[in-house]
């Protein structure tokens, strides 16, 4: 299906029958993962998504499906053996958008080089039979030809180890079409407006079509709150005034060409001046640098980078290449928001590892929250478990540990992350529309293909093309497509960076 009219068609069936045995809310991640393993058991699964599927923090990672080398540093030991085996469960069923990729951190000092290989070392044992590969210990010519465009000043050597890597919003979509595979609902433009309640106990959820204006209640046996950082949100039209779980921390990341960086390998610090770990990643034909930790605490559906952010990226990567990147060389620059679990919101929970947080209130509203997108498998488990118990549901196990996800059969050169990345054509439009859920520009431009990720200015190029060709299959007129472009092009200019903070910052988008 994937078409929004049968969709639709779908959903009146279900208000007008039964009802649905599972209703989440989000999809992201977290949402589209608990669609997945809900669907797998044989529940009747509805998801509910207010934007587009991974408009949120999903489609804003640093795609990296991994262990967490920063984890390791923490001495997180079961946090990172879990995401090690949820990375070879993911290389397994979604081979067509997770890849294997090896880092190398640069040395420069001689002290870090036994620290940093007994820590990878130990990486590699805890990842055991789902290693992808043994870490070594690199003299300075391989490092220097591993990472053509390291800074060769001072440099001692390096330690190479491997990780994966994904297309985030590509995941997001590949799940929302297996999910509908295994026969759940997944509506994206449909935000959740209220919980329908009968006698205390959550029985629904009311919602609305962003499209249409069209109000549904949908009667359901649980409802499963995946709304990352927005999480407060439903938990509080479930109790007003109940206290808060999530501290938002906004991560940064800037896009370049691949001649800072050429090669394949990415290179990873892993301990930047305000302790954090930078990586220069290469993703589709660019590189992805990032991330910053900045605690904030409006929660934008658009965050933008702060000017701090960007100029500390820069200068951090300009310490560990050759020729550095300045601002007149960025092509994109994304923010997203972490939905870190800060607060003590009361209720019963049911923590289940020491990142992510199943909680079921008083009236049986289950959230899911924290976590990342390595393991929103493993947190689908937990939350559809204790949303099955707490709408008493036949009890039934998730199946989705060998579940292929859609497409995984399928060469798709749009998803080949090494390659240059394929522009929208005629097909590639028609099928974002007619079966991945696309309905706007920004759909096909940010999340079905990653240009707006990639290049702004090129995104904002091709705008106009892919809304005309979208208007043909949708059915509008020539306003719609100029309102289209007009909105997207205000959206892009806050993906960009003027050569010159001084002068006035970036360009500042309309609201979103
Ligand atoms: C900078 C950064 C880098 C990261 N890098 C990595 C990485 O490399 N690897 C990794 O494993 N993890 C990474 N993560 C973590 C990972 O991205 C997140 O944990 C994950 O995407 C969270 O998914 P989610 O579904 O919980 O939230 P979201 O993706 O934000 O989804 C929540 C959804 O709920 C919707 N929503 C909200 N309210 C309503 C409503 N009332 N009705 C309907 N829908 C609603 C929103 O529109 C949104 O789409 C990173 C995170 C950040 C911020």
Known sequence: MGARTELLRALRKGVAGQGWDVAIVGGGATGLGCAVDAASRGYSTILLEAHDFAKGTSSRATKLVHGGVRYLAQGNLSLVREALSERAVLLANAPHQVRPLRFVVPTYRWHQMPVLGAGLGFYDLLAGRDSLGRSRVLGRDA??????????????????????????????????????????????????????????????????????????????????????????????????????????????????????????????????????????????????????????????????????????????????????????????????????????????????????????????????????????????????????????????ASATLHQRLHGAGLADARRRLATAHALPDEAGIRLAVESEYARTVEDVLARRYRTLFLDAAQACAEAPAVARTMAGLLGQDSAWVAAQVARFEALAAGYRVLGDASAGARLQPADQ
């Open 143 to 396: 490092t220097c030809e591993a990472l053509p465009g390291v800074r060769r000043d001072g440099l001692h050597g390096g330690i190479a180890y491997w990780d994966a890597q994904f297309d985030d919003a590509g995941l997001a979509i590949a799940l929302a079409r297996t999910s509908e595979d295994l026969g759940a609902l997944p509506l994206n433009y449909m935000a959740v407006e209220g919980l329908a309640k009968d006698s205390g106990r959550i029985c629904g959820v009311d919602a609305r079509d962003a499209e249409t204006g069209e109000h549904f209640r949908l009667p359901a046996r649980c409802v499963i709150n995946a709304t990352g950082v927005w999480a407060d949100g439903l938990r509080q039209m479930d109790r007003p005034g109940k206290r808060g779980l999530i501290r938002p921390s906004q991560g940064v990341h800037l896009v370049v060409d691949a001649d800072f960086l050429p090669g394949s390998d990415a290179l990873l610090v892993p301990d930047t001046e305000d302790g954090r770990v930078l990586f220069v990643i290469p993703w589709f034909d660019k590189l992805v640098i990032g991330t910053t930790d900045t605690p904030r605490d409006e929660l934008p559906l658009e965050p933008r980078a702060l000017e701090a952010e960007i100029d500390f990226i820069l200068a951090t990567a300009a310490r560990y290449l050759g020729r550095a990147p300045g601002r007149e060389d960025v092509r994109s620059v994304f923010a997203g928001l972490r939905p870190l679990v800060g607060g003590d919101g009361g209720g019963s929970t049911a923590g289940l590892s020491r990142e992510h947080l199943v909680e079921v209130s008083d009236s049986g509203l289950v959230t899911i929250t924290g976590g990342k997108w390595t393991t929103y498998r493993r947190m689908a488990i937990d939350a559809v478990d204790v949303a099955a118990r707490t709408g008493n549901l036949p009890n039934r």
